[in-house]
């Protein structure tokens, strides 16, 4: 019977080196297209920026283009505001080539997740979940439509989560037409 303990000890000895360390932690990096108009080529948006706040529940949001440039959110109660990200996304290069593509190293969980593209005056929210193991990056594309005149929704939750995405205002459509012009 001791012959049998010391050999178990010794397996689970040995079997405990064999675990690797689990974590939920991600980066996130993000691909952003723009649509100009409906049925139009999707173009490589060049002027998005991202960051993240950890909130801790679902019940957070951005209440405006101005909340977004300024990196204001608001919990639904619209008691509390914070303005200083937990994240802020950064270039993501491969191979030195520049991309435009943004990453956003997460760690906890839910984080709402704010993507601005001035270009067009609009901004994108996710909560993003982390709750599968070891995905040690997570790629996502984001297609923006400037020509939709009603917020609309973008992903699903099997392909990593939901966006939800503020078109533009009339005024901040013809701000971008003037600035365009401009050039």
């Given at each position: ?21 689990v974590?939920?932690?991600?980066n996130?990096i993000?691909k ?5 108009k409906s049925?139009g ?5 060049t ?12 019940k ?23 303005n ?7 270039p993501?290069?491969r ?7 943004i990453?956003?190293?997460l ?14 005056g ?7 979940h ?16 400037p020509?939709k ?13 939901v ?21």
């Amino acid at each position: 019977m001791r012959y049998r303990l010391a050999i178990l000890a010794v397996a689970l000895l040995l079997c405990a080196g064999c675990f690797k360390s689990v974590t939920k932690d991600t980066n996130l990096i993000l691909k952003t297209l723009i649509q100009e108009k409906s049925g139009g080529e999707n173009i490589l948006a060049t002027d998005t920026y991202a960051y993240a706040y950890y909130t801790g529940t679902d019940k957070w949001m951005v209440s405006s283009y101005e909340d977004a440039v300024a990196r204001i959110v608001t919990d639904s109660l619209g008691v509390e505001r914070r303005n200083i990200p937990d994240v802020e996304g950064v270039p993501f290069t491969r191979d030195e080539d520049d991309n435009y593509y943004i990453s956003l190293p997460l760690n906890q969980s839910p984080a709402l997740v704010v993507l601005v593209a001035p270009s067009v005056g609009m901004y994108a929210t996710l909560f993003k979940h982390l709750n599968v193991e070891n995905i040690h990056e997570t790629y996502m594309t984001l297609l923006l439509h400037p020509w939709k005149k009603t917020p609309y929704t973008e992903g699903s939750v099997q392909k990593g989560g939901v966006w939800n995405i503020v078109p533009p205002t009339p005024e901040q459509t013809e701000n971008n037409n003037t600035n365009t012009d401009e050039k």
